[in-house]
């Protein structure tokens, strides 16, 4: 086993690792897998939307689906609290001290123990779980999201374990794998609805779901046996200080980053008392849009990053170099955000169009979804750099001041959605979700600055300002063009029209944002482009044939 754990570079295997791989290989393998995920999870709801539309069943679902898909992203997923304790933990520890697979095992054997038991109260309490959700939701709507809910609950179990593998896996430098996993869920539940969707069964998402967290987790265990990282054996040594050391890191990361998801609960809350049964449907597929480019940049920036921040923080005559590295990773988060929320607000309309509208998904639900899309894409960068300041405080091993932070986005969140609602409707829910990600950013901002002084916040500002009047700008002009596109058919099909109208604006608007950015000169832009011209020359050379 160690001899495995040598060959692979695994922290506690020997102090013959093999070198670590850059942030930009590292970054832009994560990013291929993932967006090959995300773009099957995009097929995915796509058919989902066209079996389903904004009916009854799909509300249902996405009030079934909240507390175990809650957990899946919170414990399962990438970047989550369990994959971020086990990277810590791992990277930190000293090569020979402590065998990686008896700790891991320890720790699956007693998150397993407590989240089978989570399992049996989601199907026990089913019905007051969505009651407590959804109390405005109809008498139809609750029946079936209680079924449900009772069908999906083993995902709780699930989640753990396969947010214990990830971990184990990105520490060991294995991040196709974990990447490339929600692919098997997209690829579950889009056979369960080609195959068994003209049956009209009102719980078969659900059973698509569950068969596709199976499949995930499954998929992990080979690797893992084979990297020394943990067999499937039950293993009760929890004293040992791995695992107290996991243990002390990921309890308030687990409740913090619950917290966060809490929100989602209280959205649900206020949304349930719109009249009709499509505004909660209407916000899951809004979401969607923007967690599917949004989860390929999280990945991207901090899933390298999260290794390094954890190394830096731990060695105490590196933090000159820690400071350096935040800058890199919030910069970074900054500029790739910034034209992903110009294109999500200013071309709203077209996207849903083209995502969605199909079969039982109408032009009327199209115009509400892209409502509260424009609405989410305001605050996008918000949450992804409250992101980044989170997992710095994880590598810090200071998981109280996320906890206390989220514990007051709580309420505020609660404040907002009921300001909101009556003043901008449905779209109040996103922009209140906006707010609150602001209010944490700003809030674990200052707490960083005084723990870690010396980051250079106000350079960052004065980089950034002229950076965001130029998206603003790019924005506008996309917009300007798509509603003039718009008004002309393209060969009588809509859709063409969406489509060809849409790609030219946002083009054209990204070009601007591009231009204006390597015109303001900031040194993650330079960074960026000359480190993807690299890489495309490097393409370019691999591809192009050897001269004699």
Sequence with gaps: MEESARREGIPGGSAASSPPRSLLSVAGLVAGATLLSKGMGFVRQALIAAVYGSGPEYSAFSIAYVLPGFLLILLGGINGPFHSAIVSV???QQPGREDPARWLESISTLVGCL????????????????HLSAPGASPEVHVLAAQQLRIMAPLALLSGWIGIGFGALNAAEHYLLPALSPLISSLAVIGILLTLGWTGIP???????LIGAIAQWLAQVPLQMRLGLGRLRLRFEWGSPPVRAVGLLL????VSSGMIHINVYVDLFFASFVPGDRTIGNLGYAQLLVQTPLGILSNMVLVPLMPLYAQLAGDGSRWLELRQRIRQGLMVTAILTLPLAMLLVALAEPIVQI??????FTPEVTQEVAALLRAYGL???FYLLRDVLVRIFYALEDGATPLRISGLSIGLNALL?????PTFGAPGIALATAGVNLMALIGLGIRLHQRLPGIPWREMGQALLPLLGITTLAGGLSHWLWTQLHSHEILGSPLL?????????AGIGLGLFAAGALYLRIPEVNWLAARIQTRLSKIASQRSPSRP
């Excluded at 719980?203 to 779901?209: D, H, I, M, P």
């Excluded at 995502?355 to 039982?360: H, L």
């Excluded at 959605?417 to 609602?421: A, E, I, N, Y």
């Design 90 to 92: 791992l990277k930190k």
């Design 115 to 130: 989240l089978l038991a989570v399992t049996l109260g989601l199907w026990w309490g089913a019905d007051w779980v969505v």
């Design 203 to 209: 719980t078969l998402l659900a059973w698509g779901v």
């Design 251 to 254: 309890l308030p990361a687990v």
């Design 355 to 360: 995502a969605y509208q199909r079969g039982r």
């Design 379 to 381: 605050g996008i960068s």
């Design 417 to 421: 959605d009921f300001l909101f609602l």
């Design 497 to 505: 029209t969406a489509v060809l109208g849409a790609s030219l604006a």
